[in-house]
């Protein structure tokens, strides 16, 4: 079996960003450029294009040996039987999703700027913990800020990755990678982009500079 280390550019597609076949178009560039990690974010509730979608994109990760993560919809994950899911405060509670799917399914959990809450979900059973946002995100602009000193105490505390996530950009995201985030995930510094291989590009260049690098793992 092949697991993909969470570390390096975590992709998220968002649907509002990437209507009809740019979806698609975009998310195979960055996976051409070397994405390792995408997540399909897709807030409407048109569930037969999101059924769609998810499909395609899962396959689209398959052929490039990434992982796809679904965001909040563990019955979607089920359905395409989706290596990983990704879950906030406002979706199903993390022990009941490891009851349900057992170790099989690859979880990352949003922790905001609540180191107890990663702790907890470390403990039970997350894969990665998520936390954010740092810097004002054009995607999400409503959300709450995290301070870059949390991500010192996570790797601290913490055994599990850690993602971080909001306005992170090719010019901001050095920082964070020193503060020891493991991952950074973009919406708009990579899908905003009109190149998406030449963001995909600057973006894995912060990895190389930190020392750092996306790897696959056999196991
Ligand atoms: C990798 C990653 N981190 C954080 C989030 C945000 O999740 P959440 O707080 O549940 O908010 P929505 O994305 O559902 O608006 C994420 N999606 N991915
Ligand atoms: C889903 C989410 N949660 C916190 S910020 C954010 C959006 C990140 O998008 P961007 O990289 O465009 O700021």
Redesign the pocket.
């Known amino acids: 079996m092949t697991t993909t280390a969470i570390a390096g550019v ?1 992709g ?1 597609t968002d649907s509002t960003l990437m209507p009809g076949d740019a979806l698609l178009c975009k998310s195979e560039a960055a996976l051409r450029a070397g994405l390792r990690i995408l ?1 399909y ?1 897709d ?1 409407s509730d048109d569930a037969a294009r999101r059924l769609r979608e998810a499909a395609a994109l899962h396959a689209l990760c398959r052929d490039y040996g990434a992982l796809f ?1 679904v ?2 919809d563990a019955a979607l994950a089920a359905k395409i039987a989706a290596p990983a899911l ?6 199903a509670p993390l022990a009941e999703l490891r009851r349900h799917f057992g170790g099989s399914l690859c979880i ?1 959990v ?1 922790c ?1 700027d609540d180191l107890a809450r990663a702790e907890r979900a470390q403990a039970e059973g997350a894969d ?1 913990v ?1 936390f ?1 946002a740092f810097f004002p995100s054009p995607s ?1 602009p409503d ?1 709450s800020r995290a301070p870059l000193h949390l991500l010192r105490e996570a790797r601290r505390r913490l055994q599990v990755p850690v ?1 971080a ?1 909001g306005g992170i950009r090719a010019d901001n995201g050095a920082d964070l990678l020193a503060a020891g985030a493991d ?1 950074l ?1 973009v919406i708009s510094a990579l899908f905003g982009s009109a190149d998406v291989a030449a963001a995909m590009r600057r973006l894995q260049a912060l990895f190389v500079l930190a020392g750092g690098s996306q790897t696959m793992e056999e196991s």
């Not at 990704?86 to 979706?91: A, F, P, W």
């Open positions: 975590y998220i997540q974010r807030k993560v965001n909040d990704h879950v906030g405060r406002e979706d990352g949003s905001y990665y998520a954010g999400k959300t993602v996530i991952a995930a």
